[in-house]
């Protein structure tokens, strides 16, 4: 490595982290919390059983499951707006990401809770509790230790996943990479200083998820 | 006081609960006996709502509920009549020993915080586990969550309270404090009625016992006179499998002597 490079690394990467924190960061943030509430509801209405919604969150899983993620990127980025429905960079991404941590994590999230031994619910309903009630009070907070590392896993696969957005124009870290390599053509150093800001935030994250599930050991 | 008639449950082909109906008056420990899968216990999950009978009533307090009809608002209002203690205890895991007694008050009747606690202590320092009420599940021993049971399922001040099995996953050596718990229950006057295998309880606290055999009840009487004095064949059978033996005194083929 000589001192061009360096040099040139050295001054690239603030010009890497800025689109992490303005693209990779909320991209994942807003996703992720769409994502799980998505998820939480399709999970809860298969539980609980509902007739209709149940089949139709069956439905939207098996989709977004058995459809790669770049595929849907572009039917929603280049396909809508032929049915006029145009949606900027961003918004796209944020559909995409929602919709398929939405269905990821609806599995998590249903396998969790139904890993709460049935005998909570009997005690919660003897003490008087509705369905809900049990659910949200006893039932739910139990499946999160066991839901916690899974959903993760999921969070960490996102912050990496949201790279594809480069394909619908958005201008995040792997696309700032790109852009200043195709001016110095230091395509091995660049992406390698890309792959670096996606292992800083997925290092931080891994080491909050260890310090979250010690405190949720010791609650037990 | 409650009173369940015509109880039917299948579970597909296999019809666990043929007919039963029981009866039990304000103060009575009933004691269901029988042998494994004879129902009772069924019928005790059916009673508590927590199986879905096919068809049957139960009626509390004069009023009566369709056990098949019956409508969620309805099951819930019932439920909030009636305490449970459940064989594999079942105490909330995220939730602390005081927290466990308290939350059927705070979150399920709506009851005001500090008045839930002092409900919630009562009830602990009956059953002896005030000491511990900070303790969640996980650090507590069978006897010890099967206690915080009882003090949840007492706290609401319920009409009646169902018991299934209490002391069966319990060490023997820690049964004893869990009956003794219930003995004192009893003595207070409170309403039971008791799935049990332990014979020596059921002839020295309950007052009434009831044999089921096959989903049916085979012999029903006070308990003095159903283990001096059992009329049915299967029922002396049954005392006589279970090895139970009255202290000093023998079993035979007419009863006990």
Redesign the interface.
């Known amino acids: 490595m000589n001192d061009r490079i360096v040099t040139e690394l050295l001054e690239s990467f603030p010009k890497l982290l800025m689109p992490a924190l303005s693209a990779t960061i909320p991209l994942t943030v807003l996703s992720f919390t769409i994502g799980l509430l998505i998820a939480l509801l399709t999970a809860l209405v298969q539980i609980a059983k509902i007739p209709v919604l149940r089949r139709l969150a069956r439905f939207y899983i098996w989709i977004i499951r058995c459809t790669p993620m770049i595929v849907q990127l572009f039917v929603v980025y280049f396909g809508f707006p032929s049915i006029g429905i145009r949606l900027p960079s961003f918004p796209a991404a944020v559909l995409v990401f929602s919709l398929s941590v939405g269905a990821y994590c609806s599995e998590t999230i249903r396998a969790a809770i139904e890993s709460v031994?049935p005998?909570?619910m009997?005690?919660?309903?003897?003490?008087?509790?509705?369905f809900r009630?049990a659910m949200f009070?006893?039932v739910i907070?139990?499946a999160c230790s066991t839901a916690f590392p899974p959903l993760s896993n999921s969070l960490i696969g996102l912050v990496k996943d949201t790279s594809l957005a480069y394909s619908v124009a958005l201008v995040e870290v792997l696309a700032t990479a790109q852009r200043i390599a195709a001016r110095t053509y230091d395509y091995l150093w660049l992406y390698l200083e890309a792959a670096l800001v996606y292992l800083i935030i997925c290092s931080l994250l891994t080491v909050l998820q260890r310090m979250a599930e010690k405190y949720l050991e010791r609650?037990? | 006081m409650l009173e369940l008639r015509h109880v039917k449950k299948a579970f597909g082909d296999l019809q666990v609960i043929r007919d039963i109906s029981l009866k039990v008056e304000q103060g009575d420990v009933v004691a269901l006996l029988g042998p494994s899968g004879s129902g009772k216990t069924t019928l005790l999950r059916c009673a508590g709502y927590l199986n879905h009978a096919d068809s049957g009533t139960v009626t509390l307090e004069g009023e009566t509920f369709d056990l098949h009809t019956i409508s969620k608002k309805d099951v819930v209002r019932y439920r909030r009549k009636i305490g449970f203690v459940f064989q594999n205890f079942n105490l909330f895991g995220n939730r602390t020993a005081l927290q466990n007694v308290t939350a059927g008050l705070t979150i399920a009747r709506k009851m005001d915080r500090k008045e839930a606690e002092e409900i919630g202590l009562e009830a602990l320092k009956k059953v002896g586990m005030l000491d511990r009420k900070d303790y969640y599940p996980s650090k507590l021993s069978g006897g010890q969550q099967q206690r915080v049971a009882i003090a949840r399922a007492i706290a609401p001040n319920p009409n009646v309270i169902f018991f299934d099995e209490p002391t069966s996953a319990l060490d023997p050596e820690l049964t004893g404090e869990v009956l003794n718990v219930m003995n004192a229950l009893a003595r207070d006057g409170t309403t039971m009625i008791v799935v049990t295998h332990e014979i020596e309880f059921a002839r020295r606290v309950a007052n009434r016992v009831v044999l089921i055999e096959d989903g049916l009840v085979v012999e029903e009487n006070d308990s003095e006179t159903f283990f001096a004095y059992p009329r049915q064949q299967r029922t002396i059978n049954f005392l006589r499998d279970t090895k139970w033996k009255p202290e000093g005194e023998t079993i035979s083929e007419e009863g006990i002597i």
């Open positions: 031994p005998g909570q009997d005690a919660a309903y003897c003490s008087g509790f509705t009630q009070h006893i907070p139990q609650r037990r």
